[in-house]
């Protein structure tokens, strides 16, 4: 399977511990981005790499959540002391960054429980 | 004002209607628009880009007006199998970041 793959698919945590999510891109994509989505709401932008320099950072990005992507390949997105309302689907999406017009293809998310 | 709005729905309609999906978004310098399927407890996958000139692929229909800023999906001769939640996304000019809309549920029953 040559898709966005992401692990893992599900994460049970307690509240106060960290987590990390990793994905790994479409081979030669060098876009990758991560979303958070909730039940009833569409995907909401979190952070975006080109290779490995992380771009952008969306203002719900707090300062218990970083990413990486090392090498401009795979990307690992760490949630430290996590709370509840950090429950949420995470998904990571990859691009081939030709231009605005561009499809991004999503992996199947990691879905988080915090209780 | 959200950036991008969609009815959240559920449209429920009978195999073999035609329904359609409006999407409004409040930033006129967007540049690129698409609509992403949804099923559920899956991701999101690109169903169509929207070009300013409407395009069509299939039963599936998409227009653009830039002077009411507002995107549409047409979807004719409904399957059971398209229910699902259409979500409306728009890219910013210049920027490669997208903003989704919260979604519209589609529910096609016999």
């Known amino acids: 399977d040559t898709g966005v793959s992401q692990d893992p698919r599900h994460k049970i945590t307690k509240r106060g511990q960290n987590v990390t999510f990793r994905c790994d891109p479409i081979s030669e994509h060098n876009r990758l981005y991560w979303y958070r989505q909730t039940l009833g709401q569409g995907p909401e932008f979190l952070t975006y790499?080109?290779?490995?320099?992380?771009?952008?950072k969306s203002r719900l990005l707090s300062d218990r959540f970083s990413a990486e992507r090392p090498k401009g390949s795979f990307s690992t997105l760490e949630i430290q002391r996590t709370e509840q309302g950090d429950s949420a689907m995470y998904l990571c999406a990859s691009s081939l960054g030709t231009g605005n017009q561009e499809t991004q293809y999503f992996g199947p998310g990691t879905r988080l429980l915090v209780l | 004002r959200k950036e991008v709005e969609q009815d959240p729905g559920p449209f429920n309609v009978p195999e073999g209607a035609t329904v359609a999906f409006n999407c409004t978004y409040s930033n006129s310098a967007s540049q690129s628009f698409f609509w992403y399927r949804q099923d559920c407890r899956k991701e999101p996958k690109l169903l169509m880009s929207v070009y300013s000139s409407g395009n069509e692929d299939g039963r599936f229909t998409a227009q653009l007006n830039r002077a009411s800023q507002y995107i549409s999906l047409l979807i004719r001769d409904s399957k059971l199998s398209d229910s699902a939640t259409y979500l409306c996304?728009?890219?910013?000019?210049?920027?490669?970041?997208?903003?989704f809309g919260r979604g519209t549920s589609l529910i096609v029953h016999p």
């Open positions: 790499f080109q290779n490995e320099a992380q771009l952008e």
């Open positions: 996304v728009v890219g910013r000019g210049g920027s490669y970041i997208p903003t």
